[in-house]
Nanobody
Framework: VQLQASGGGLVQAGGSLRLSCAASEGAFGTYTIGWFRQRPGEGRAPVASISRSGYDQRYADSVKGRFTISRDNTKKTVDLQMNNLTPEDTAVYSC??????????????????WGPGTLVTVSS
């Protein structure tokens, strides 16, 4: 499956952005999809992930209550709604697909397919 993230940009603290991850091919509905971010000088970290059906989600503690992940298997997209953004959310955001179920798809290793990232910059 090939993935492409979009929707990044510059926003003021307290603002919102909606990222979208689109798949161009492959059996999209058979993959757990995750959003990850990489801050300057840091490694890639999980942000949110969603089960194949979309029924279950998992969030990093730092984004709980502010970010919402959702998916539309018909459109082959997974969105990440980000609200109340802070400068600490500044990072390159990427989406990835894992053949494992949500419970097993922890960290970055279970994810086999990665798309190019999109930059999110939050100004103070």
């Amino acid at each position: 499956v090939q993935l492409q993230a979009s929707g990044g940009g510059l926003v003021q603290a307290g603002g919102s952005l909606r990222l979208s991850c689109a798949a161009s091919e492959g059996a999209f509905g058979t993959y757990t999809i995750g959003w990850f971010r990489q801050r300057p000088g840091e490694g890639r970290a999980p942000v949110a992930s969603i089960s194949r059906s979309g029924y279950d989600q998992r969030y990093a503690d730092s984004v709980k209550g502010r970010f919402t992940i959702s998916r539309d298997n018909t459109k082959k997209t997974v969105d990440l709604q980000m609200n109340n953004l802070t400068p600490e959310d500044t990072a390159v955001y990427s989406c990835a697909a894992s053949p494992f179920g949500l419970a097993q798809a922890t960290g970055t290793l279970p994810y086999d397919f990665w798309g190019p990232g999109t930059l999110v910059t939050v100004s103070s």
